[in-house]
């Protein structure tokens, strides 16, 4: 009797102890309290031996469970902690790195098979952002000004000379990739009435009228051509262009000889009754001025988001892949993206447009050393004609292949 009595006070001793601790888990998890040193007793352990066996919790209050410590609770219970806090952080960077809008900027007119998802959203869901806010542009400077005013943060089919003219300017921005290369989508056209060839040129364009876009790919096809024709550049009168519509229009109005430009303009002007003094492949393979357009981005948007960078590549491949396999099929929906009609020869017809694979445009043709030592090159003949004061000698920093390369996989 007196056992049971004595068994019975020490139950209702350990009960009142532990319903005196407020701070315990609302759940009814056990009550612990911890020594200085962190290790902790379980008061619930004992109630539950006592229960059992009576002889067993005797002996473990007189202190044999003592020897059983919950410190094997406590590091599990601090690894739980830890991994908590640990996803808590993943969660917090992934927050600051995922992006809701991501700000492209293109060209009206250009139509390139990535407008397909231009639309209905499809592109930015493969790109993994929550929407693309798709931004046109007349130039690629303009373009350049933007990414450095933080506006844009990729620029597809930006021209590589007013990239390259705006990083030897001192602007921080990365070249990632190739996004087209059009050899007849970007031309000088003559009034036909003018009967120029490659043969009479250097006579005939004394004193014309020549309207071109300044410090741009074309602006420099323009200077190359003339020069590579016999045409002393001091016989052009050269007038800037506002834009590509501008050009045409001039050109329907009479009111220049040559019409320099790119797009949906070349098909204006050649409509109206011009002709290329040179066709695009006879610039690309005689006189030396590649066309191609290309990825770019400012430097500190990509060490942000590299994974957005890397997946906008790989879905225009994805995309380019597309079209390719039913071109019939995307055109006219990328046509209206465009802002066209239809897509002409860009996509259809003499099909001016191509798009260097992923790993095509890590090639030596390509970003492995043709496009920084073109960007040499070009900006070395503004030096030459005073368009610009000096020149970088060497443009290969300004070339990042680590987005295609993670792109690539």
């Known amino acids: 009797m007196k056992r049971l009595l004595l068994l019975m006070f020490m139950a209702f001793a350990l009960i009142a102890a532990g319903c005196g601790d407020s701070s315990g888990d609302s759940d009814g998890g056990a009550q612990e309290t911890s020594d200085d040193d962190g290790g902790s007793e379980d008061g619930d352990g004992d109630d539950e031996a006592m229960a059992e066996d009576d002889d067993e ?10 020897s059983h410590s919950d410190d094997g609770d406590d590091e599990a219970m601090a690894e739980d902690d830890d991994e908590a806090m640990a996803e808590d952080g993943d ?23 990535n407008q397909f998802g231009q639309a209905d959203g499809s592109f930015a869901e493969a790109v993994g952002v929550g929407e693309i806010n798709w931004v046109p542009f007349d130039s690629g400077g303009v373009m350049s000004e933007a990414m450095e005013a933080g506006e844009i943060d990729i620029s ?12 030897n300017a001192g602007a921080d921005l990365r070249m990632v990739g190739i996004a087209v290369a059009y050899e007849e989508a970007d031309n000088c056209i003559a009034q036909g009435s003018l009967g120029v060839t490659r043969d009479n040129a250097a006579e005939t364009l004394v004193g014309a009228t020549v309207m071109t876009p300044i410090g741009n790919v074309t602006h420099y096809k323009m200077l190359e051509t003339m020069t590579f024709l016999g045409v002393n550049l001091d016989d052009l009168n050269v007038v800037p262009a506002g834009s590509g519509a501008d ?69 225009t491949q994805d995309f380019n892949d597309a079209w390719a396999a039913d ?83």
């Open 247 to 315: 050009t045409a229009a001039a050109f329907e109005n009479g009111d220049i000889q040559v019409g320099c430009a790119f797009g949906g303009s070349i098909e204006t002007m050649t409509a109206a009754g011009g002709v290329p003094i040179l066709t695009g492949k006879e610039v690309s393979e005689e006189v030396g001025a590649a066309t191609y357009d290309i990825v770019s981005i400012p430097t500190s948007f990509g060490e942000a988001n590299p994974d957005v960078v890397s997946n906008f590549l790989r879905a």
């Open 57 to 66: 919790a005797m002996a473990e209050d007189d202190g044999e469970a003592d």
């Open 327 to 409: 071109p019939a099929a995307q055109n006219p929906t990328i046509a209206q993206a465009a802002g066209m009609e239809d897509v002409g020869n860009f996509l259809d017809g003499d099909l001016w447009f191509s798009f260097p694979s992923l790993e095509d445009q890590l090639g030596e043709d390509w970003m492995g050393g043709n496009v920084s030592a073109s960007m040499t090159n070009q900006l070395q003949t503004f030096v030459e004609l005073g368009e610009i004061d000096s020149a970088l000698e060497d443009f290969s920093f300004a070339v990042d292949t680590s987005f295609l390369e993670a792109a690539i996989g």
């Open 91 to 113: 969660d917090e960077a992934m927050a600051e790195t995922s992006l809701d809008v991501l700000n492209v900027a293109y060209f009206a007119e250009w139509p390139t098979p």
């Open 156 to 167: 597809y089919s930006q021209g590589l000379t007013p990239f390259a003219n705006t990083v």
